[in-house]
């Protein structure tokens, strides 16, 4: 289904409301969905949960692995079931930069490539392979992509961090009571900034931008009003528009970012799909690497400001996506930035759950 069909029905849902309350509007094709998502890098596990040779089991929307960190500090993920008799590979143990099962001892690559059977003399047999997935570390997090051609673009970075030297920090675990798509169009919902966040209603005004096919970019272009001395001196710290910037990744890892024009703050939000179309999820602060001793003195506050931050948002919304059974019936024109992240997503390649996932 094309994306700009889903959301035409979407509106001419609206338009025809009033004739037919009951309509049924057409599934989305990846949005919301619990059997699928967009194909693309999702986040593991924490980078430190992983030590050096050591296997530990992992699921990904209902995929089952074993994900190793080899000898030579490589990450590695197989299959979960050893293609001899199904023993968890994770119950086995590294064997340099490959992956021994326990029940026989079969050795596999990183590729999935069976290597040793030790009951056989010489090379085990070629026939002999399970699925290799392919899995990267950056900024604290280990990723899978999730796809079933190889990775065209990079694990998402914001823009203004891409190429240049930075420092992270890895928040807590977090899990949301609903779908990682609904908690990513939050942070576009104008309304709900003013309803549930208390800020002033014409702060903010999302203009979406596509980036690439897998990317988009909401830029906030409302500014600070001049309603009192506070306000005035606040917006003398932005030249033009109010920094409120949303980076989208797959529909499901987010950075939103922040901050005066001297100082910017990124928050990535990297989400996952989890059983029961919930979400796991990490907070991930950035900020760019100090070019100063004040800066070194100062990244460690700017970073926990920046979890602070995205604390605060969070706890508001606590209360929707506890209880949300997200229902998109009726867009109005202030929805226009939920649409085109909608519209954006739809236009994906789907990455399907295991049958089982939620
Ligand atoms: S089940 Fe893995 S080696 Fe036999
Ligand atoms: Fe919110």
Redesign the pocket.
């Known amino acids: 289904m094309q994306a700009n069909s889903v959301v035409g029905r979407i509106f001419v849902g609206r338009q025809s409301q009033s004739k037919n309350l009951t309509r049924e509007r057409e599934p989305y094709s990846i949005f919301t969905r619990t059997d699928c998502v967009a194909s693309g890098w999702y986040w593991l596990m924490p980078s430190k949960s992983l030590k050096r040779n050591k296997v530990i089991p992992a699921n990904i929307v209902g995929h089952e692995l074993a994900v190793f960190r080899k000898e030579s500090g490589e990450v590695a993920a197989l299959h979960a079931y050893?293609p001899?008799?199904?023993?968890h590979l994770a119950e086995g143990k590294v064997d340099g930069e490959q992956l021994r099962?326990f029940?026989?001892?079969?050795c596999y690559d990183d590729k999935g490539v069976c290597t040793d059977i030790p009951c056989v003399k010489g090379k085990a047999p070629k026939a002999v392979t399970t699925k290799s997935w392919t899995v990267r570390e950056s900024h604290g997090l280990i990723w899978i992509w999730l796809g079933d051609d190889n990775p065209a673009e990079d694990i998402p970075i914001h823009p203004e961090l891409k190429g240049a030297a930075y420092d992270y920090s890895v928040g807590n675990f977090f899990i949301k009571n609903c779908h990682p798509n609904v908690v990513m169009v939050n942070a576009i919902d104008e309304q709900h900034f003013h309803t549930v966040h208390n800020l002033p209603g014409d702060v903010l005004n999302m203009e979406p931008r596509r980036i690439t096919s897998n990317h988009i970019e909401f830029k906030n272009t409302g500014t600070i009003p001049n309603t009192n001395a506070f306000t005035t001196t606040i917006g003398k710290l932005y030249k033009e528009a109010l920094t409120y910037n949303l980076d989208y990744w797959y529909g499901s890892t987010g950075t939103v970012t922040l901050g005066p024009d001297f100082l910017h703050l990124y928050l990535m939000f990297a989400l996952r799909l989890s059983a029961g179309g919930k979400t796991e999820g990490y907070a991930v602060a950035f900020a760019k690497k100090p070019t100063n001793m004040l800066q070194v003195i100062l990244n460690p506050f700017v970073l926990l400001i920046t979890k602070l931050a995205g604390l605060y948002f969070a706890k508001g919304d606590t209360r929707i996506f506890n209880s949300i059974k997200f229902d998109f019936k009726t867009p109005i024109a202030a929805d226009h930035s939920v649409l085109a992240f909608i519209q954006h997503l739809e236009k994906q390649k789907q990455f399907y759950c295991a049958a089982d996932a939620s």
């Open positions: 050893c001899h008799m199904g023993a099962c029940f026989h001892n079969w």
